[in-house]
């Protein structure tokens, strides 16, 4: 009879990532993370990086306008802009081993690992196209860096992002969204509430606004 051994479990990270106070606890744990992301994420049902690129396509389908994918992490929202139409797409990232991830699926012209204490890692209007796949929110970015990207556009400039439930919950994220279109610094094209993580029973609104 053969003798049982117990199944050897690969560590989660994924519920993890919503309590994250700091940026260098953001960054640690994606760090840690970068390994088994694709598998972990894919378990979970990912569906907001189609979602975005889908309505990014939708307001701009022009296949040779570059995009920049911001807080790319593994590539998974750089091959979801190919596979719309985007034939050029930039990514940038605080997590080198995340990057690594990015690199090896072939998706990206560049890669660019950005630095937590960089005010501006966006050169100003370098990008007509910005997206922020599941990068703004509770243990990832904080809501200061909506300001940075927005300013990183040029006017005409389109930015397609999204807010999970945590996020929406959170007045500071939504309170930046609104700040921007209310005074008519921004335009909102698009917005759906859908599914982001459905594993995790977590949905996200996408939005797509236009740069005054």
């Known amino acids: 009879m053969m003798a049982a051994y117990p199944q050897c479990m690969t560590e989660k990270f994924l519920k993890q ?3 994250l106070e700091t940026p260098e606890a953001t960054k640690d744990h994606y760090d840690r993370w970068a390994a088994s992301y694709d598998a972990e994420i894919a378990e979970n049902g990912y569906a907001t990086p189609g979602r975005i690129a889908e309505a990014l396509w939708q307001h701009c389908p022009e296949p040779t306008t570059p995009v920049l994918d ?17 034939q050029t797409v ?21 890669l660019t690992c950005i630095a937590l204490d960089d005010p501006t890692p966006i050169p100003t209007g370098a ?9 703004l929110g509770v243990g990832a970015a904080p809501p200061e860096v909506f ?7 040029p006017k005409g400039g389109l930015f397609a992002f999204s807010y999970n439930d945590h996020a929406l919950a959170d007045a500071a994220y939504t309170g ?18 859908g599914e982001h993580l ?3 029973d977590l949905k996200a609104d996408v939005y797509v606004i236009e740069k005054a």
């Open 17 to 19: 990532a919503y309590s």
């Open 70 to 86: 911001f807080g790319c992490g593994t590539g998974l929202s750089g091959l979801a802009l190919r596979r719309v139409g985007f």
């Open 90 to 110: 930039d990514g940038m990232d605080p997590s080198a081993e995340m990057l690594d991830g990015a690199r090896s699926k072939e998706a990206y012209r560049n």
């Open 127 to 135: 990008y007509r196209l910005i997206t922020g796949t599941g990068v």
């Open 147 to 153: 300001d940075m990207i927005m300013n990183a556009l």
């Open 176 to 193: 930046k969204l609104s700040e921007w279109v209310d005074c008519g610094a921004a335009r909102l094209l698009f917005k759906e509430y």
């Open 198 to 200: 459905p594993g995790l």
